[in-house]
């Protein structure tokens, strides 16, 4: 594989937000929102993660739901 390529794959990846929280992927539920893709925590076993198109709409709402949890 070429660097262009590499360069490429990465900047694709980088329009996507991995969720690690049950409670978050919840309430993005709740807003409408669902992932594109679920998977196993690699590093915590019996965990999954949620992964979402980092719409500006979708990381709006990611980032009021994550403050909301620290208040």
């Given at each position: 594989?070429?660097?262009?390529?590499?360069?490429?794959?990465?900047a694709?990846?980088?329009?996507?937000?991995?969720v690690y929280?049950?409670?978050?992927k919840?309430?993005?539920?709740?807003?409408?929102?669902?992932?594109?893709?679920?998977?196993?925590?690699?590093?915590?076993?019996?965990?999954?993660?949620?992964?979402?198109?980092?719409?500006p709409?979708?990381i709006?709402a990611?980032?009021?739901?994550?403050?909301?949890?620290r208040?």
């Amino acid at each position: 594989m070429n660097k262009s390529n590499n360069t490429n794959t990465n900047a694709k990846m980088s329009n996507f937000k991995r969720v690690y929280t049950l409670r978050i992927k919840q309430e993005l539920k709740k807003l409408g929102f669902e992932p594109v893709l679920e998977s196993e925590n690699v590093n915590k076993p019996g965990f999954k993660t949620w992964l979402y198109e980092a719409s500006p709409a979708f990381i709006e709402a990611f980032e009021e739901i994550a403050n909301r949890g620290r208040e």
